[in-house]
């Protein structure tokens, strides 16, 4: 088995983006699945584009895309990727796009990875995770919704979901007191927890009233 796992570069003037600190340190083994990892760019389009050159290019069984959400505590793999775009901010090309992302696609996609069992992987390591159900509007919900369109139309067999980290430790010291942050090595510890979970085969474990605010 093979997992494919893509990280975001830096945007909005940062200098890291720990969704890729994260990834790159990833084992390159986990679970007895083979993991490769790319870096994607923050720029409509173009980020998506990326993670289907490198599906084609890896043939992955899985692939599971990371970006930064910060403002979050905790790790939170996503429920659900929609067909809109609303960008707050220009991308790294100064693009901010309003309206669908596929104009014949879906609305939405569920992600087909087990993001139930991969939050209880997670807490079991000792990493805070939650459940998500909005991706917002930028580039990382662009990735997931594209990844699943991808998936549903073109790789069928193939399963994928995307997570949020929170900002890394060392970006929330210059920022405002009390801004939420976890660090790269816990972040690691975290995904790596959800990609076994993703690849065993665990059971989704669907419960009520799991979740986040945000």
Same mark, same amino acid.
């Given at each position: 088995?093979?997992?494919l796992v ?5 945007? !909005? &003037?940062a200098?890291?983006?720990? %969704?890729?600190?994260? #990834?790159s ?7 007895g +699945?083979? *993991?490769?990892?790319?870096q994607?760019?923050?720029v409509?389009?173009?980020d998506a584009a990326?993670?289907e ?5 890896e043939?992955?069984?899985v692939?599971?895309c990371v970006g ?8 939170t793999?996503?429920?659900v990727g929609i067909n809109?775009a ?8 100064g ?8 104009? !014949? &696609?879906?609305?939405?996609?569920? %992600?087909?990875?087990? #993001? ?8 079991? +390591?000792? *990493?805070?995770a ?5 991706a ?8 997931l919704y594209e990844?699943l369109?991808?998936?549903?139309t073109?790789?069928p ?8 980290v ?11 007191e009390?801004t939420a942050?976890?660090s ?5 510890a ?5 990609i ?10 669907l419960?009520a ?6």
């Amino acid at each position: 088995m093979k997992v494919l796992v893509t990280g975001f570069e830096p945007f !909005d &003037g940062a200098t890291v983006n720990p %969704a890729w600190e994260a #990834v790159s340190r990833l084992p390159r083994q986990i679970a007895g +699945a083979e *993991v490769a990892v790319t870096q994607t760019p923050v720029v409509f389009g173009k980020d998506a584009a990326a993670v289907e050159a490198a599906i084609e290019a890896e043939r992955p069984d899985v692939v599971l895309c990371v970006g930064q959400a910060g403002g979050r505590s905790h790790i939170t793999p996503e429920f659900v990727g929609i067909n809109f775009a609303n960008a707050r901010i220009p991308d790294n090309e100064g693009n901010q796009p309003v309206g669908r992302l596929e104009e !014949d &696609g879906p609305d939405a996609y569920f %992600a087909t990875l087990p #993001v139930f069992a991969m939050v209880d992987a997670a807490r079991a +390591a000792g *990493v805070p995770a939650a459940v998500s159900y909005t991706a917002g509007t930028f580039c990382c919900n662009e990735v997931l919704y594209e990844l699943l369109h991808c998936l549903a139309t073109r790789h069928p067999g193939v399963r994928g979901g995307f997570v949020h980290v929170p900002f890394a430790t060392e970006q929330a010291t210059g920022m405002g007191e009390g801004t939420a942050s976890m660090s790269v090595e816990m972040m690691v510890a975290g995904l790596a927890a959800m990609i076994e979970a993703a690849v065993s085969g665990s059971d989704d474990g669907l419960r009520a009233g799991e979740g986040t605010e945000q």
